[in-house]
């Protein structure tokens, strides 16, 4: 489960209910800025499940671009590795949710 602590913003991922207090999984960054979520310092072994689980739910707050650092050894689902050298977000990867929320809605249809 997918936990976000808006008030440090932090992420984190748990096996089970948050109220109940499990040990993390996964912990990292989150800022939140207009439709844009930036996700960074992340520690701890995230699945493609937990991704799949945090993309909907951003999609359901009106996120429609996530930027994403990762080291050059990781690839992110879904997401293009930015190519802007000298730019703050430089070899940080985009998914564009926004994208993501059309063709899912076409295979609903």
Not at 4 to 15: F, G, P, T
Not at 29 to 45: M, P, S
Not at 76 to 101: E, S, T
Request: charged share 25%; net charge neutral; aromatic share 10%.
């Amino acid at each position: 489960m997918i936990w976000l602590d808006e008030s440090q913003y932090c992420l984190r991922v748990v096996d089970g209910n948050p109220a109940d207090k499990p040990p993390y999984r996964a912990v990292g960054n989150i800022y939140l800025h207009g439709d844009v979520a930036i996700l960074c310092g992340f520690h701890g072994k995230l699945m493609r499940t937990d991704l799949h689980e945090f993309v909907f739910k951003m999609i359901e707050r009106g996120i429609n671009h996530l930027l994403v650092e990762r080291s050059e050894r990781h690839r992110v689902p879904l997401g293009n590795m930015i190519d802007a050298p000298g730019g703050p977000f430089h070899d940080w990867w985009h998914i564009d949710l926004k994208a993501i929320y059309i063709v899912r809605s076409k295979m609903a249809q």
